[in-house]
């Protein structure tokens, strides 16, 4: 599984409890998709919005292609989002029922070329969840260099 990796929003894993994945298409224009290629894309202010059955990202940030000749195209404009219509529903129903979140959490290229976004149903975190998170990262982190250390 060969994936590029154009835009990772790794503050979500920092901001967000991570519940439920999703893949999905993106609706590109041809300059987006070039720039795409050339990473340079920004999820952080991101986020995953349901109209009238269909699921945009707005706030995703995608610069304009730096070798056109023309102007190109809007790099906040939303975007449109290609699921199933079940998955829609399903999202829809946990972000109205359970008071989730739907953030994008990266956007890749997949074996075949094509564009995809995950998209991460989410809880939000307490101020104490996102100081433990940091705890306990930072003592996998010295236990890691300890076993480094001893071995070498």
Do not use: C
Request: no cysteine; glycine share 6%.
């Amino acid at each position: 599984m060969n994936q590029q990796i154009a835009a990772s929003n790794r503050k979500a894993y920092h901001e967000y409890h991570i519940l439920d994945k999703y893949e999905a298409g993106i609706e590109l224009m041809g300059s987006e998709v070039k720039s795409l290629r050339e990473a340079q894309a920004n999820l952080k202010e991101s986020y995953v919005v349901i109209r009238k059955n269909q699921a945009w990202i707005s706030g995703m940030h995608i610069n304009p292609y730096s070798n056109t000749g023309h102007e190109g195209h809007d790099p906040l404009r939303n975007r449109r989002l290609l699921l199933n219509k079940r998955e829609i529903l399903k999202i829809k129903q946990n972000i109205d029922q359970k008071g989730l979140t739907a953030v994008p959490l990266k956007l890749y290229f997949n074996n075949n070329g094509w564009a995809k976004l995950e998209i991460g149903l989410a809880k939000g975190k307490k101020v104490f969840d996102k100081k433990n998170s940091i705890k306990e990262r930072d003592i996998k982190r010295d236990m890691q260099r300890e076993l480094r250390d001893r071995y070498k």
